[in-house]
DNA sequence: CGTTCCCTTGACACCGATCAACTCTGGTGG
DNA sequence: CCACCAGAGTTGATCGGTGTCAAGGGAACG
């Protein structure tokens, strides 16, 4: 597998202490989460996956009313899945971290029902579609990865929801953060409590369903009191406790048994 | 299979016109719409499915943390998974209407991350989630059509992401009616124009993040713009035009191709 | 060194929450 | 058949969280 890391996407999101090797560790960290994910699983995504994609702040991987040609699973940097409302509204409905394979079900059906956006300078490895559902339909433990990722992945739109309705703006915001750090966490994006959070307050806003003021006023009032520091696209939580509370997040969705 | 339907849950969700006989009639309308549902899968369907359960208003089909050891499909009456927040508040995440096959990811893992319940009296079959296991991974067609059903599941999460996120109570109210009535006429429930919804205001309030005061307050608005009549349990849509453009409607999440 | 995003802050308006009645409906028991 | 009662629906008054508009400052990049 012939596989270029643009450096500066290697830069701004891999680990710096030990750099990744692997384009899809971020991908195997996660899915070894599910209890099925074994030695022949590995080779499979190893095999299926070969090809690769680098796409910049702003392009998209993916557009709204696209055939769907590929399946990816990002390497390195972010993207949204996202919807674009009549009056001018966009909101973010899912947030594509590395590790992230999406969207799976181009394996049975090949339209995007909305658009994925890269949020900063994105690698991705791809396959076809065709591969993967023969891949799944060949072997039962990558199958059950499969329903294992996609149950992780209702329960994190589940919980959007719950947030989004229920929560003020500092505790959806405070939540997000919670979830993002949980996640990279899960693919060994953390280091020393820190973490590249690449989106703009806008992006940030776009995803909690408020304005791009407000998530500016609601981020200062988090560093103001002692949670978390967010600046130049790092962000370092203070006190994971005090921000769990206020956010109250319980991360056991982002693992379900 | 021998199946009881209570005589007052067939009065309140069956169509009267032409009383259902086969209770799995709705939950293979639906199916039939992916391409994957054939003939086999219908037998299998019906061979799985062997039990049957009764339950009140009020009443969980699965509570949260429960090792939930059945999965059911909705044969008549409405049912809620909903979450808990620490401060009180209740939100529903997803609706299942006559026809929802729930918890398809049973199948893999057993742990239920929230709970589900009765919206009103509710009667379901069952079958144990190692049988349907079994089912998926002996038919490709059957595999597929769990994945298109588990795609459209999460295209309607997504949308009321976006819901939340973007739009104001009345085009909430307005988006979700929509829905439901959309969805029922996928199942063969809308007759008329006219079709049964068993929430209260509360309900529909909790679904959409509002008030009960304003869920309120929303509704007779919508009554006053001549949009929609909702009273006793029973809507009717006055405008379908304008109901839909009042809420950004597009249905097509709802039969992705 | 200039241009372009992006971040930051203030003033004001409005949607929806909250609190507090009151009414209507359907069900239950006398 | 009627009386009663609990739950659900309805409405008004007031308050707070967020949106909106507007302006200026700072950081990144060519």
């Known amino acids: ?20 090797v692997d384009p899809l560790s971020c ?75 999406f969207p799976v079900h181009a394996m049975i059906a090949s339209d995007m029902d909305d658009g994925i956006m890269a949020l900063n300078s994105c690698v991705a490895a791809t396959c076809s579609p065709a591969a993967l559902e023969a891949a799944v339909l060949g072997n039962t433990n990558f199958t059950r990865t499969l329903w294992w990722l996609t149950r992780r992945e209702k329960g994190i739109l589940r919980a959007w929801i719950a947030n989004l309705g229920q929560l003020n703006a500092y505790a959806r915001v405070a939540h997000l953060i919670c979830e993002i750090s949980a996640r990279l966490a899960q693919a060994g994006l953390v280091h020393d409590g820190h973490f590249e959070v690449p989106l703009t307050q806008e992006d940030l806003a776009d995803a909690n369903g408020v304005t791009g003021v407000h998530a500016n006023r609601t981020l200062r009032q988090l560093s103001r009191d002692g949670l978390l520091e967010l600046r130049h696209k790092r962000a370092r939580i203070m006190d994971e406790d005090g921000l769990q509370r206020a956010a109250g997040f319980d991360g056991a969705y982002l693992n379900p048994g």
């Open 1 to 20: 597998m012939q596989f270029e890391v643009p450096p500066s996407a290697a830069r701004i999101s891999l680990p710096r202490a030990e750099p990744t």
């Open 27 to 101: 991908f195997k960290a996660k899915a070894r989460l599910g209890e099925f994910f074994d030695g022949e699983c590995e080779e499979i995504v190893a095999r299926l996956f070969d090809g690769a994609v680098h796409v910049a702040r702003g392009e998209h991987l993916l557009r709204e009313g696209d055939e769907c040609s590929a399946i990816f699973v990002l390497c390195s940097g972010w993207a949204a899945r996202y919807v674009h409302l009549a009056e001018g509204g966009r909101q973010i409905v899912e947030l594509l971290l590395p590790g992230d394979m």
